[in-house]
Antibody
């Protein structure tokens, strides 16, 4: 059974940093693109970042470029999101996702971890 | 960024009756290979989203055949032929043709 379990969320002051982690199991992690999606209260879902199997290809939404860094450790079956210079508008539930645009394989989401940026 | 616009945002339906959700994109979702990357997700209360439909009209394994997707270019539709109680939740369309991939606002389906 595929499982994606996020951790690392919490309350942080504006300008602060957090590192989110996603522990993956039930599939060969190193074979798949992975990413992060967030949803702020009352807002639509938003793709934050994604990266390919070996970590060499990364994409970010413009609003987090230069502040967030996605990374992975295939030996540990883990995905990370380092978030720096956090802003109030970054407050959201962040979910780890194994994306799939086609029928080649299934699309999976974790349950998410809440990040609150507030003084 | 591609803007995805869903309608309606709230959809009260009677059990056993059909339901339809529209999703329009601000630009074509056909990529250079001719593939159209339009996906539909269902999010039941308290659960993570689950993919129902990929590439406009392909149902995922385990998805009841009362769900169907259609459309082309910039105009897409999710239909439920006969709504059941387990279909309550929020439905999202998502485009995967242009980065950043973007979602519709979500349509909340509830039973009348």
């Amino acid at each position: 059974e595929v499982q994606l379990v996020e951790s690392g969320g919490g309350l942080v002051q504006p300008g602060g940093s957090l590192r989110l982690s996603c522990a993956a199991s039930g599939f060969t992690f190193s074979n798949y693109w992975m990413g992060w999606v967030r949803q702020a209260p009352g807002k639509r879902l938003e793709w934050v970042a994604k990266m390919n199997q070996d970590g060499r290809a990364k994409d970010y939404v413009d609003s987090v470029k230069g502040r967030f860094t996605v990374s992975r450790d295939n030996a540990e079956n883990s995905l990370y999101l380092q978030m720096n210079s956090l802003r109030a508008e970054d407050s959201a539930v962040y979910s780890c996702v194994r994306p799939s645009r086609s029928g080649s394989y299934d699309h999976y989401w974790g349950q998410g971890t809440l990040v609150t940026v507030s003084s | 960024d591609v803007v995805m616009t869903q309608s309606p945002l709230s959809l009260p339906v009677t059990l056993g009756q059909p339901a339809s959700i529209s999703c329009r994109s601000s630009q074509s979702l056909v990529d250079s290979d001719g593939n159209t990357f339009l996906t539909w997700f269902q999010q039941r209360p308290g659960q993570s989203p689950r993919r129902l439909i990929y590439m406009v009209s392909n149902r995922d394994s385990g998805v009841p055949d009362r769900f169907s997707g259609s459309g082309s270019g910039t105009d897409f539709t999710l239909k439920v032929s006969r709504v059941e109680a387990e279909d309550v939740g929020v439905y999202y369309c998502m485009q995967g043709a242009h980065w950043p991939w973007t979602f519709g606002q979500g349509t909340k389906v509830e039973i009348k």
